[in-house]
């Protein structure tokens, strides 16, 4: 595209251009879910630049936001050296999220900053003992699952197909490359398998579907009428601490709390708040509200809204300083019938 467009002025420059969307591979045998599958969602960009000292600078731009990206969802990774392959290039960078299911294997250096991917040496067997970068005897090895990968690609494309700019003196030159790339399901998949247990499933605060779910009392139950009051009434107050889009109304009454709550322990939504028996009494009535990857805690109905509130600031903290692009918020409650 910016071959057929050239040349462009070096006013334009630096230019990024990102695309979101499907991709197929002709994977040989596809498993581990959505982590390798013949159809996924890919974030790609290029990057275009006067010089390899400012694509330099455009590659440091760029992977210090995937950092951030990365920093923001709370699962443990790793960014690390890697073999620019048959992309080429003279520098690379995959991110990983360490998991035993990973397909690469990764050497990290408890002495120093140091992490590559051991593609870098050749092959597993290839890799030293001793690392690349401090020549310490403190290297492990451990497995990662890559979601993310970065290359510095300079003229390797855009000279053969004639991709140009016009300098500051009016004559045409070589338009130097990046490129950029995170698997956006990959991403979701990966982060699940890192945080779950056989039990529960566990989301990333910033990609859970939703934030809370609410369990009231069972149809027919001797507390339902009473239960319900207090159920609505803090269906309100959460609304105007998370909005309702964040949160999951399960009004299956027909089904036991017992079975609900397995059902949102399932679902790994972050917090489960139950409307039961207990909310009813006269003296002292509690809540319960279960976390994910925590133990049930028996409040009153302030302490939840509390922990709710400081949820919801948890998240916007993680976020604070990221361009928002959409801030116009749907305003829907999930249902599940």
Known sequence: MLASTAPISYRQLPLRLYQIGPKFRDELKSRFGLMRAKEFLMKDMY????????????????????????????VPFVQVEAATGMMGGSQSHEYHFISPVGEDTL?????CSYA???????????????????????????????????FLLGDKYSKPLGATFLNTTG???TLIMGCFGIGITRVVAAALEVLSTEQELR????????????????????????????????????????????????????????????????????????????ATQA??????????????QELDVAQV?????THEQHKQQLVEGTEQTDTKRSQRVGHVH
């Open 47 to 74: 990057s275009f630049d006067v010089s390899a000292e400012a694509a330099a600078e455009s590659y440091a731009t760029v992977t210090a936001a995937y950092e951030r990206f990365f920093r923001q969802l709370e």
């Open 107 to 111: 050497l990290q250096c408890s002495n």
């Open 116 to 150: 590559g991917n051991v593609e870098v040496f050749g092959s597993d067997t290839d890799a030293p003992s001793a690392c690349p970068k401090c020549q310490s005897a403190q290297l492990s090895r451990v497995r990662g699952v890559e979601v993310a990968h970065t």
């Open 171 to 173: 004559k045409p030159k």
């Open 203 to 278: 989301w990333p605060k910033l990609l859970a579907p939703y934030d809370v779910c609410i369990i009231g009392p069972k149809a027919g139950s001797k507390e339902q009428a009473p239960a319900e009051r207090i159920e609505h009434e803090l269906l309100q107050q959460l609304m105007q601490i998370c909005g309702a889009e964040q949160l999951l109304h399960d009004e299956r009454k027909e089904l036991t709390i017992g079975k609900r709550l397995l059902d949102a322990k399932r679902l790994g939504h972050p917090l489960t708040i139950v409307v039961g028996a207990k």
């Open 283 to 296: 003296e002292a009535p509690k809540l319960e509200l279960h976390t994910s990857g925590g133990e049930k």
């Open 305 to 309: 809204l509390q922990l709710v509130a």
